[in-house]
Structures are given as structure tokens and as C-alpha cells.
């Protein structure tokens, strides 16, 4: 991926082009970068879930 950018960044005498990328180079990372976060916050949900649930079937299984 990343040689592909620099081979369109190195392109002949295409400023405007090549700024275009760069700034679209940074959304990529950034929401990258988001998506990444999202990914850990629902891995935390995912367990805090899961601990809601043990706890929630904790009465029953002292019942039996």
C-alpha cells in the first residue's frame, strides 16, 4: 500500500494531486485510527456483558 502512494506522490510535476493524497492519506489514518479504538471499546462492552451475565446467573445456579 504504501509504495503505491509514493510512486502517485512521486508522479510528474502533479502538486495539486499529490497534496490531494497526502490529505487523504491522513483521513485513512486517522479513521484508521477510530476504527481501532471502536475495536477495543467493543471488546471492553463485550466482556463487561459477560460479567453482567455470570452475575445475572449466579442466583439461579444456587438454586439448583
Known amino acids: 500500500r504504501g509504495r503505491a502512494?509514493?510512486?502517485r506522490l512521486e508522479?510528474?510535476?502533479n502538486d495539486a494531486a499529490?497534496?490531494?493524497?497526502r490529505e487523504l492519506q491522513r483521513k485513512v489514518d486517522l479513521l484508521e485510527g477510530e476504527v481501532?479504538?471502536?475495536r477495543r471499546?467493543?471488546?471492553g462492552m463485550r466482556e463487561e456483558v459477560q460479567f453482567?451475565?455470570?452475575l445475572l446467573?449466579?442466583?439461579?445456579?444456587?438454586?439448583?
Open 5 to 7: 502512494w509514493a510512486r
Open 11 to 13: 508522479g510528474p510535476g
Open 18 to 21: 499529490a497534496t490531494d493524497l
Open 36 to 38: 481501532d479504538e471502536l
Open 41 to 43: 471499546a467493543l471488546g
Open 52 to 54: 453482567v451475565n455470570r
Open 57 to 64: 446467573e449466579a442466583p439461579r445456579n444456587k438454586d439448583t
